[in-house]
DNA sequence: GAGTTTGAAACT
DNA sequence: CAGTTTCAAACTC
């Protein structure tokens, strides 16, 4: 159901890969020239716009079918869609740190005020052989123009449109999702970072997923089921994960740490086959290869370990995104502009704002005093410091909700190269599809009104984010039993998981306890202190504001796009496209099938430009 | 800034 | 679909 329309697209049927010459024209990076001659003439006949197809005339579609009907469109609709729940508490900052992301939001609480403002920052691509026009590009494959890149011989623009309609066309043939969000919620239940899931998965073979080389992790999400990569340690409650990504945010402490997580180089003669690999168990042939890079690799792994509050929020990047190729850069530009924000944030959120984490703080003080006398009388319990600060130790920290999926096997330390067990996790889990489906097919709504700011009750919110007592305090997330039992299906044995309680996780060795908490300087060993909790609860309520902030300004994108996708509909009715313009309501709506051709819609939308600025412009 | 490593994308 | 090559980013020095 879920609209239909959504995946058909592509259509455009170029054709198949193999008889490229014809039509190689656009892309063949190599010989441009050449390439371009021919293709040149060819294309820039029909090139106008025409309906679209002339394309798929030209050549007969290798396969045809579309899926609902033949919506030329390219792929529309879709936009990940993002029901998540606010609830959630990684730290948005987090956000920041990830390049691909091409905005952030940064807050500040400054007295009572809170300003928030997205810096676009649109990152620059260096392509020099792919002309911007393959997938290889990071603008071309955000759906946007480059602009103020370092390339070179870049097609990725507004005079090289024609071109770059065929590459978007081609593209498409190949993975006529290439363009479409990698990154989806799965289920709005659940927090963010456990919702997100990339839709391919990742496949990396050496960096444990821990680097940015592993587009999950450079996402800020967790591996998940569609990942196939080996040896991952990207898995909630990893502690190598937790060890590099601390090191890599707050500020300055452990900046070394990640430099630990680097394998030895490895020397060239290494054969580097692809099965090479593999296996473990045997041997581990002196040859200083990869093995022992590896070995070396998970040696410092497991040196490291300790637990701590992490958490960061999963970068929306760029993957993810209200951007959509189909809509041709121009609008996918202005999409990712900061005007988003613009009349979401005013005076009166503010002021509820500041209220309400006056009221948190407050909480958190009562609450601590109470769990410390509690405590007093109660257990004695060993050194565990994050149980802390609440009373309740419900939560303890560390949340474990892992809908995600991937477990690793092995207690995250990573243990040699135990082979990955593959397929573990394919046991059904019951995720059955349709399942998955319905969860998909849930929209935010309620949560908060789109157009009204107020809509959003903090209190409300917040409400939700104590849910369980004070589950409030934790920064990790999820843990509440709630978002548990949101995902209905899996409740998987993961290592760490368990409800059992963090003990698992957390190294019981107290021996090594490096990074630790970087968070109390001064506090040093004394766990709890009424400020850190303090802080905590701030922050994390701060953030979890953000996250609505941050959804609201998405669903807002997403509107507009929606809204333009109509408004470059030539079948529909003006009348319509504005209306839907001002239906805040269904964000994520299907739109008919416009054709998404950006040869059309370009021109359309550099019209429609103005009154989309009209309108979101007004609060700035 | 040059050189290396890495894994996605493209290609065969 | 698997194996190989190409590519640009991430990372290292
Ligand atoms: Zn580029
Ligand atoms: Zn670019
Ligand atoms: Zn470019
Ligand atoms: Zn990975
Ligand atoms: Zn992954
Ligand atoms: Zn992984």
Same mark, same amino acid.
């Given at each position: ?470 589950? !409030? ?63 905590? /609860? ?20 997403? !509107? ?33 099938? /416009? ?26």
């Amino acid at each position: 159901m879920e609209r239909g329309g959504e995946l058909g697209g592509e259509g455009t049927g170029r054709t198949s890969v193999t008889s490229v010459q014809a039509q190689k024209p656009p892309l063949p990076p190599k010989q441009a020239s050449k390439a371009k001659a021919q293709a040149g003439a060819a294309e820039e006949v029909d090139g106008v716009k025409g309906s679209g197809d002339e394309k798929g005339s030209k050549v007969p579609k290798k396969r045809e079918r579309e899926r609902d009907g033949e919506s030329p469109a390219v792929q529309r609709g879709k936009v990940a869609k993002t029901g998540l729940t606010v609830k959630t508490s990684s730290l948005l900052m987090a956000a920041a740190n990830s390049p691909r992301l091409s905005s952030h939001l940064s807050a500040s609480v400054d007295g009572a005020s809170v300003s928030l403002q997205a810096t676009p920052k649109k990152r620059k691509c260096n392509c020099k052989q792919s002309r911007c026009l393959k997938l290889y590009c990071e603008c071309f494959a955000s759906g946007i123009y480059c602009n103020d890149c370092n390339c070179q011989d870049c097609y990725n623009n507004k005079d090289h449109e024609q071109v770059r309609q065929e590459a978007v066309e081609a593209t498409l043939e190949r993975n006529p999702d290439a363009f479409r969000p990698k990154i989806q919620s799965m289920s709005p239940g659940m927090s963010i970072q456990d919702s997100l899931k990339h839709n391919k998965g990742c496949n990396c073979k050496r960096s444990f997923c821990l680097k940015r080389y592993c587009e999950c992790f450079q996402a800020n999400i967790y591996c998940s089921d569609n990942c196939r990569c080996t040896d991952c340690k990207n898995f909630e409650g990893s502690s190598s994960r937790l060890q590099v990504t601390q090191a890599a945010s707050p500020s300055s402490r452990l900046q070394s740490s990640l430099e630990t997580f680097s394998p030895r180089k490895r020397s060239k003669k290494e054969k580097k086959s692809t099965g090479a690999g593999k296996h473990s168990g045997g041997a581990v042939n002196g040859s200083g290869s990869d093995l022992a890079a590896i070995s070396t690799f998970s040696q410092q792994l497991q040196a490291m370990d300790s637990k701590g509050s992490g958490g960061e929020a999963p970068a929306s990047g760029q993957v993810g995104q209200v951007v959509h190729p189909g809509l041709s850069p121009m609008v996918n530009q202005m999409l990712l502009a900061p005007c988003m924000l613009a009349g979401i944030i005013n005076e009166e959120v503010v002021k509820h704002l500041s209220n309400l984490l006056h009221m948190v703080s407050r909480e958190t003080e009562e609450n601590y005093l109470n769990g410390h006398e509690a405590r007093a009388r109660g257990k004695g319990e060993g050194g565990n410091k994050e149980a802390a600060g609440n009373g309740t130790g419900a939560d303890a920290g560390d949340g474990r909700g892992m809908p995600n999926s991937k477990q690793s096997e092995t207690s995250d330390t990573v243990t040699e190269e135990e082979d990955r067990n593959g397929e573990s996790r394919s046991n059904g889990t019951g995720e059955s599809h349709l399942e998955k489906a319905l969860l998909c097919e849930e929209e935010p709504q309620g949560l908060f009104e789109l157009d009204s700011p107020k809509g959003y009750n903090l209190n409300k919110q917040r409400s939700l984010g104590l849910k369980e007592g004070m589950s !409030m305090m934790d920064t990790s997330d999820a843990s509440h039993g709630t978002n548990a039992n949101a995902s209905p299906t899996k409740s998987h044995p993961s290592s760490s998981s368990g409800k059992t309680q963090g003990s698992s996780v957390r190294r019981q060795g107290g021996a090594a306890q490096p990074a630790a908490d970087f968070a109390t300087p001064s506090c040093g060993t004394k766990s709890g202190s009424l400020y850190e909790e303090q802080e905590k /609860a701030i922050l994390t309520e701060l953030n979890n504001c953000l996250q609505v902030v941050s959804q609201m300004g998405r669903s807002k994108a997403e !509107m507009y796009r929606s809204a333009f996708a109509l408004l470059s509909n030539p079948t529909l009715p003006l009348s319509q496209a504005l209306a839907s313009t001002q239906a805040a309501n269904n964000v994520g709506n299907n739109i008919p099938p /416009a054709d998404a051709q950006a040869g059309s819609d370009a021109a359309t939308v550099e019209q429609n430009n103005n009154l989309h600025e009209q309108e979101v412009e007004p609060a700035a």
